[in-house]
């Protein structure tokens, strides 16, 4: 997508390229002819994008000039995101992060103004001075536009308003104002893939405090959680980047802290709640887990999980924060992780890494090596992975080249809440963070894994075929040999098996990658990361050719951390990946994906509780289950209007079944009938 944006910018009118962005957003949303022909009328006399030629804080003040407010009646909040206008430019913008939003609601315009008058004369604070200004001026805005509104509680929401130029947030309700209002502001200027933090742990203190007064009880925080959850899911259309639903939009709840004790309180309760009533597949949750975790906390998400609104999405502080500490973050940071925006760690105010750059892909060499090297001189595995190794050291090598090329638009929203900033007087886009590290997800990592174990078993151990026969049946696409290609895909030692010699594999396969990375540098001189996890497990593969482990042209490669092995127990999975190795360069998010039907959380609920507080022990990184059965989802193929509210898990997000496309619905029918131990060729059914 941002590939076709940069040659679309190069050819015509930006104004005339981003209206054509959001008319195909928009039809995605309303999937309505006639509701996206009201849209482009609107679109005609409304539309506006900026000229990137002046400076980004210019830009932005130009744009809150032209903003529109609208206030929404029937919420208990005001957000006012404009659809016609947006921020246009050739550069590409920081997105997949989190904010802190701890420190906006507690500090105001006039705090911040303070900061940036005491900086050095210098381009970084003109710009921020700038941006402070433009902000100002469309908080008066929303504050003469909800005067003139019809709403009863104007006078409170007035007040809300006012205090976010002089006075750092007062009321729980306040706060989440707040924190919508620049929610809005990020979004409004194109940083896209927004999260949200943990909302549990900094709207605590002022629930508290409303509580101890009598203003708020539990009951009622909920109701303003599902509020605010509303108004974050309104215009998920808008929001969503490559595949509706695909927001960025998530909530950290829960976390491991520096004393030994869990931390979890009413509010973290009250989101999954909250998520969980509502039934809305955005925003979404992530809850931080531990072993000293309430159970009770753990049977509320299993509860919300079994709904199959496919979260919260579990991460196991027991790995991942002694790995952030290892990899050389403070401990202090490490206890505050949030994540990017779907499960990839991120040190909370401190960086705003861009985490999910691109892709990886491990097959991708494997196959360059087969149709490249003389195989007659491969005799045995050990030779395989040494000649894999150098073909992998210089496609990551090649790869890091070409993202160290990339431009990066300021951001001076951005940087007004990150550390470091101001000390370095840089723009988080010039490397201004704390921590000014970035990520890359890798997919096919168990294609790759299957496809060396098959040519050790086939090729060196049994001598059924040679290396050469075997590759020259891949490059034709398997035509004329289907049996070969059932061979490939069912042998029993593959990704996902608890045998030490595929965990010994995959760790050498991706310790190739770790040892290239750790000599590596981004362009802000920060770190590279990897994780065995990323949402381009279909886009990736609709152009690579067939591999050894039995994949045919442009199938989809394997999905996260999971094994194409039917009915493999949830057990087996888990002790393969709590093996997995997880330090170095290679803890950008590493998820195991599982396939489960509602009936079997029913009937094993307790079991399934013990099976999770067991599973954090032996060391997952992260976990997502995807809870539906196949026979819903080929209802819901063949019947799309009976099933309009089905969701599933895709990536790091949820999504409406009917709004995914057809290759991602089949993809999730065979994987729902493997998990049941059914034909896994849909095409079949």
């Given at each position: 997508?941002?590939?076709?944006?940069?040659?679309?910018?190069?050819?015509?009118?930006?104004?005339i390229?981003?209206?054509?962005?959001?008319?195909?957003?928009?039809?995605?949303?309303?999937?309505?002819i006639?509701?996206?022909?009201?849209f482009?009328?609107?679109?005609?006399?409304?539309f506006?994008?900026?000229?990137?030629?002046?400076?980004r804080?210019?830009?932005?003040?130009?744009?809150?000039?032209?903003?529109?407010i609208?206030?929404?009646?029937?919420?208990?909040?005001?957000?006012?995101?404009?659809?016609?206008?947006?921020?246009?430019?050739?550069?590409i913008e920081?997105?997949n992060?989190?904010?802190d939003?701890?420190?906006?609601?507690?500090?105001?315009?006039k705090?911040?103004?303070?900061?940036?008058?005491?900086?050095?004369?210098?381009?970084?604070?003109?710009?921020?001075?700038?941006?402070?200004?433009?902000?100002e001026?469309?908080?008066?805005?929303?504050?003469?536009?909800?005067?003139?509104s019809?709403?009863?509680?104007?006078?409170?929401?007035?007040?809300?308003?006012e205090?976010?130029?002089?006075?750092?947030?007062?009321?729980?309700?306040?706060?989440?104002?707040?924190?919508?209002?620049?929610?809005?502001?990020?979004?409004?200027?194109?940083?896209?893939?927004?999260?949200?933090?943990?909302?549990?742990?900094?709207?605590?203190?002022?629930?508290?405090?409303?509580?101890?007064?009598?203003?708020?009880?539990?009951?009622?925080?909920?109701?303003?959680?599902?509020?605010?959850?509303?108004?974050?899911?309104?215009?998920?259309?808008l929001?969503?980047?490559?595949?509706?639903?695909?927001?960025?939009?998530?909530?950290?709840?829960?976390?491991?802290?520096?004393?030994?004790?869990?931390?979890?309180?009413?509010?973290?309760?009250?989101?999954?709640?909250?998520?969980?009533?509502?039934?809305?597949?955005?925003?979404k949750?992530?809850?931080r887990?531990?072993?000293?975790?309430?159970?009770e906390?753990?049977?509320?998400?299993?509860?919300?999980?079994?709904?199959?609104?496919?979260c919260?999405?579990?991460?196991?502080?027991?790995?991942?924060?002694?790995?952030?500490?290892?990899?050389?973050?403070?401990?202090?940071?490490?206890?505050?992780?949030?994540?990017?925006?779907?499960?990839?760690?991120?040190?909370?105010?401190?960086?705003?890494?861009?985490?999910?750059?691109?892709?990886?892909?491990?097959?991708?060499?494997?196959?360059?090596?087969l149709?490249?090297?003389?195989?007659?001189?491969?005799?045995n595995?050990?030779?395989?992975?040494?000649?894999?190794k150098?073909?992998?050291?210089?496609?990551?090598?090649?790869?890091?080249?070409?993202i160290?090329?990339?431009?990066?638009?300021?951001?001076?929203?951005?940087?007004?809440?990150?550390?470091?900033?101001?000390?370095?007087?840089?723009?988080?886009?010039?490397?201004?963070?704390?921590?000014?590290?970035?990520?890359?997800?890798?997919?096919?990592?168990?294609?790759?894994?299957n496809?060396?174990?098959?040519?050790?078993?086939?090729?060196?151990?049994?001598?059924?075929?040679?290396?050469?026969?075997?590759?020259?049946?891949?490059?034709?696409?398997?035509?004329?040999?289907?049996?070969?290609?059932?061979?490939?895909?069912?042998?029993?030692?593959?990704?996902?098996?608890?045998?030490?010699?595929?965990?010994?594999?995959?760790?050498?396969?991706?310790?190739y990658?770790?040892?290239?990375?750790e000599?590596?540098?981004?362009?802000?001189?920060?770190?590279?990361?990897?994780?065995?996890?990323a949402p381009?497990?279909?886009?990736?593969?609709?152009?690579?050719?067939?591999?050894?482990?039995?994949?045919?042209?442009?199938?989809?490669?394997?999905?996260?951390?999971?094994?194409?092995?039917?009915?493999?127990?949830?057990?087996?999975?888990?002790?393969?990946?709590?093996?997995?190795?997880?330090?170095?360069?290679?803890?950008n998010?590493?998820?195991?994906?599982?396939?489960?039907?509602?009936?079997?959380?029913?009937?094993?609920?307790?079991?399934?509780?013990?099976?999770?507080?067991l599973?954090?022990?032996?060391?997952?990184?992260q976990?997502?289950?995807?809870?539906?059965?196949?026979?819903?989802?080929?209802?819901?193929?063949?019947?799309p209007?009976?099933?309009?509210d089905?969701?599933?898990?895709?990536?790091?997000?949820?999504?409406?079944?009917?709004?995914?496309?057809?290759?991602?619905?089949?993809?999730?029918i065979?994987?729902?009938?493997?998990?049941?131990g059914?034909?896994?060729?849909?095409?079949k059914?």
């Amino acid at each position: 997508m941002e590939l076709i944006k940069k040659i679309l910018l190069k050819v015509a009118s930006k104004k005339i390229i981003v209206f054509l962005y959001l008319l195909y957003k928009y039809y995605r949303g309303s999937k309505s002819i006639v509701k996206t022909a009201i849209f482009s009328a609107k679109a005609i006399f409304k539309f506006y994008a900026p000229s990137t030629k002046i400076p980004r804080e210019e830009q932005i003040q130009k744009l809150f000039q032209k903003v529109k407010i609208k206030i929404n009646e029937e919420e208990n909040f005001v957000y006012s995101l404009d659809e016609y206008k947006t921020l246009v430019t050739e550069k590409i913008e920081i997105n997949n992060t989190t904010i802190d939003n701890g420190k906006v609601i507690n500090t105001s315009i006039k705090d911040l103004k303070q900061e940036i008058d005491q900086l050095e004369e210098s381009e970084f604070k003109r710009s921020q001075q700038i941006t402070i200004c433009a902000i100002e001026e469309l908080i008066d805005k929303e504050i003469k536009a909800i005067k003139k509104s019809k709403r009863n509680d104007k006078e409170k929401l007035v007040t809300y308003f006012e205090n976010m130029k002089t006075q750092k947030a007062t009321t729980f309700e306040e706060a989440m104002q707040r924190i919508l209002f620049y929610n809005q502001l990020l979004w409004q200027t194109n940083h896209t893939l927004l999260g949200l933090g943990r909302l549990d742990k900094i709207l605590n203190e002022l629930y508290e405090q409303d509580k101890s007064e009598g203003i708020i009880d539990k009951e009622k925080a909920k109701e303003q959680i599902k509020s605010f959850m509303r108004i974050l899911h309104e215009k998920y259309w808008l929001k969503s980047s490559v595949l509706m639903g695909d927001t960025g939009q998530i909530i950290i709840l829960g976390g491991q802290q520096p004393n030994g004790k869990y931390f979890s309180n009413d509010l973290t309760s009250c989101f999954i709640e909250a998520i969980k009533e509502l039934k809305l597949p955005d925003p979404k949750v992530l809850l931080r887990v531990s072993n000293k975790m309430p159970r009770e906390l753990m049977e509320l998400a299993l509860k919300c999980i079994k709904t199959g609104i496919g979260c919260p999405l579990l991460s196991n502080d027991e790995v991942i924060i002694p790995t952030l500490m290892k990899a050389g973050y403070q401990e202090e940071d490490a206890y505050n992780y949030v994540t990017s925006a779907c499960w990839e760690p991120l040190i909370l105010g401190k960086s705003v890494a861009p985490n999910n750059i691109d892709s990886l892909v491990w097959i991708e060499p494997l196959n360059h090596m087969l149709d490249t090297e003389n195989l007659e001189e491969i005799k045995n595995t050990e030779q395989l992975l040494e000649k894999y190794k150098s073909y992998l050291q210089k496609y990551i090598k090649d790869f890091v080249t070409n993202i160290n090329q990339i431009q990066w638009e300021k951001a001076p929203l951005l940087s007004l809440f990150v550390d470091g900033t101001k000390e370095t007087l840089k723009d988080v886009a010039e490397g201004g963070a704390i921590y000014h590290d970035c990520g890359l997800t890798t997919v096919s990592l168990s294609n790759t894994v299957n496809a060396i174990c098959n040519i050790q078993k086939l090729v060196f151990e049994e001598k059924k075929y040679t290396l050469s026969e075997l590759n020259q049946m891949r490059k034709e696409n398997f035509e004329g040999n289907q049996k070969v290609v059932e061979e490939l895909k069912k042998q029993p030692i593959r990704f996902g098996v608890d045998d030490t010699s595929v965990i010994e594999l995959t760790n050498t396969i991706t310790g190739y990658a770790n040892e290239v990375l750790e000599k590596e540098k981004n362009i802000w001189g920060g770190k590279i990361k990897i994780g065995y996890s990323a949402p381009t497990y279909i886009i990736k593969s609709q152009n690579c050719p067939a591999s050894l482990d039995g994949r045919k042209n442009g199938e989809p490669f394997g999905t996260h951390i999971s094994t194409d092995k039917a009915s493999t127990a949830y057990t087996e999975l888990i002790q393969f990946a709590s093996k997995l190795e997880y330090d170095g360069h290679r803890f950008n998010g590493n998820v195991i994906d599982f396939m489960i039907t509602p009936s079997f959380i029913e009937e094993h609920f307790d079991k399934m509780v013990d099976f999770l507080m067991l599973s954090i022990s032996l060391g997952f990184f992260q976990m997502q289950m995807n809870v539906t059965s196949s026979e819903i989802l080929i209802k819901a193929k063949a019947n799309p209007k009976e099933y309009q509210d089905l969701i599933v898990r895709v990536w790091g997000f949820s999504a409406y079944f009917n709004d995914l496309p057809e290759n991602y619905q089949n993809l999730l029918i065979e994987r729902a009938l493997r998990n049941e131990g059914k034909s896994y060729e849909y095409s079949k059914v």
